[in-house]
């Protein structure tokens, strides 16, 4: 059972390279969710996805699109990245919308030049 | 938009101390909830306190929650070097408030460093 896993942990790209952050989750959760965490910002919602077949956006979503391949999976694509989007990005899942705890996948760290 | 503000920012203590952190926020809640996260790593939850609670103890962590003043102080007691990491606190506003679905909002955290 290894919870919310992320890939790649690391990544290095130039301005105007798109790529696609993967997220996938083993615990049967309905409700995914894509943050980014900058230094002294606290972590801000990208992107949700209260259940398969639903997205919808959080508080920072320009710049960023997402598709829940399943009920497992939740991907985050920058498609044009741009400086602004250098940060650490962090993968979450819950049971539901109004269940309580989350779980969070390790990170990862983007480094856009 | 941010909701939760946590104070102090950074806290230094010895181990063997108490360590005390707060937490404000602005609007009704469900419940109020206290996540750690290590250095390069995750965010994992240590606490819930629903709003008709007051307080809440699980271990070393003691929570208090002060619904009047829109506010919550986590303790953690005999604090030991493996304390280190930051603190974040997460408010879950009420079903459909601002169109949320329940998503949790959390603060800027406090980072706590415990001398050996």
């Known amino acids: 059972n290894a919870g919310v896993t992320q890939t790649p942990k690391f990544q290095v790209l130039k301005t105007g390279q798109s790529m696609t952050l993967q997220c996938a989750q083993d615990?049967?959760?309905?409700?995914m969710y894509w943050y980014r965490q900058d230094p002294g910002m606290g972590l801000r919602l990208i992107y949700y996805?209260?259940?398969?077949?639903?997205?919808d956006k959080g508080e920072v979503p320009n710049g960023y699109n997402v598709s829940r391949l399943n009920k497992r999976e939740f991907s985050l694509r920058l498609e044009s990245a741009a400086p602004s989007q250098t940060s650490v990005y962090f993968c979450?899942?819950?049971?539901?919308?109004?269940?309580?705890?989350?779980?969070f996948g390790p990170g990862t760290r983007l480094t856009v030049l | 938009s941010q909701q939760g503000e946590e104070d102090p920012q950074a806290l230094s203590i010895q181990e063997g101390e108490n360590a005390t952190m707060n937490c404000s926020y602005k609007?009704?809640?469900?419940?109020l909830q206290w996540y750690r996260q290590n250095s390069g790593r995750g965010l994992v939850h240590l606490i819930l306190?629903?709003?008709?609670?007051r307080e809440k103890h699980s271990g070393r962590l003691r929570v208090t929650l002060d619904t009047s003043k829109k506010s919550s102080s986590l303790l953690i007691t005999a604090s030991r070097a493996a304390d280190t990491a930051s603190y974040f606190c997460?408010?879950?506003?009420?079903?459909?408030?601002?169109?949320?679905?329940?998503?949790?909002?959390f603060g800027k955290g406090t980072k706590l460093s415990v001398k050996p």
């Open positions: 615990m049967n959760h309905n409700s």
């Open positions: 609007t009704s809640i469900n419940n």
């Open positions: 979450a899942s819950r049971r539901g919308p109004l269940t309580d705890t989350q779980y």
């Open positions: 997460a408010t879950a506003p009420p079903v459909n408030y601002g169109g949320s679905q329940g998503n949790l909002i």
């Open positions: 996805s209260a259940s398969e077949g639903t997205t």
């Open positions: 306190i629903r709003s008709n609670e």
